[in-house]
């Protein structure tokens, strides 16, 4: 018999994986605070996937897809001049919306409520299985070769955009690959938590980090460890007390966050103490 013949041990794999993917892809989407913009685009990957599900095509490619067009457009939107910010803002809440309600649509013009769909939003770690496993590691790592290969291109586009575009870089493709980066983790993601719950695990780790140290490299260690330490516990007490895991990792993630903000030396009731 095989280790990953246990559905446990398969959960729990796909929690380290998927905790330390996050935590790593986290911190540039807190350092270029495009945190609305990848919400923007977990609900608007939705009616991808339900129409991948009508037309019996596979629900990651459908998402993909639509993650695609997406990009494409939170990109267009998120490179407005500055004060057109609040217009842009504005419009990705718009494409947010829009995008959910297209596949609460499509979804109801289906016959019944699809099994893999209620996966797809809000996640069934328990039952994931060997091809779960296989994709999220392949994905991440291609997203984590990305990363590693272009860690000072993406860091000096999150912190002076302008001076890169001064020095010659490609922003708008760096700009467009980013985007991919996390709409490909969000697809990853949603067997562990669904799409509706990844940037908990997105973000939370990541911004938890940063309360923690300024420095990049520490930051990235945190995050990818309170990630895939959040992962692993939550899904530890959502089988001990028989809950849902995606809710269970998320609320675990969002307590980690407030400690943090309470002791940690970047935390905001700390900052006002020593002020």
């Not at 398969?10 to 540039?28: N, P």
């Not at 091809?131 to 000096?156: F, I, R």
Request: net charge neutral; hydrophobic share 55%.
């Amino acid at each position: 018999m095989s280790w990953l013949d246990s559905y446990t041990h398969r959960a729990l794999l796909e929690a380290a994986m998927v905790g330390a993917l996050c935590g790593a892809i986290g911190l540039h989407v807190v350092l270029r605070r495009m945190s609305f913009f990848a919400m923007a685009m977990t609900h608007a990957t939705f009616p991808g996937v339900v129409l991948a599900a009508v037309l019996g095509i596979d629900i990651y490619l459908g998402g993909a897809a639509m993650g695609l067009l997406v990009c494409l457009c939170v990109l267009a939107l998120s490179r407005r001049r500055d004060h057109q910010a609040q217009g842009a803002t504005t419009a990705t809440g718009i494409v947010l919306a829009t995008g959910f309600a297209l596949g609460v649509a499509l979804l109801s013009a289906t016959n019944g409520f699809n099994r893999n769909l209620e996966a797809f939003m809000t996640g069934s770690i328990v039952t994931v299985t060997g091809q779960d496993l296989a994709t999220t590691a392949c994905v991440g790592a291609v997203v984590l070769l990305v990363l590693g290969v272009l860690h000072k291109e993406l860091l000096y586009g999150a912190f002076d955009p302008e001076g890169q575009r001064a020095a010659g870089y490609p922003v708008a493709a760096l700009d467009l690959l980013m985007l991919l980066l996390v709409e490909a983790v969000i697809v990853v993601t949603a067997p562990a938590v669904g799409v509706m719950l990844a940037m908990a695990l997105i973000v939370g780790p990541a911004a938890t980090a940063r309360l923690w140290t300024d420095r990049i490299r520490t930051t990235i260690l945190i995050s990818v460890g309170t990630g895939t330490g959040s992962c692993a516990l939550g899904l530890e007490l959502s089988t001990r007390w028989n809950l849902a895991a995606g809710g269970t990792i998320a609320l675990v993630i969002a307590v980690a966050f407030l400690v943090s903000l309470l002791v940690a030396p970047n935390g905001g009731v700390r900052r006002v103490a020593v002020a």
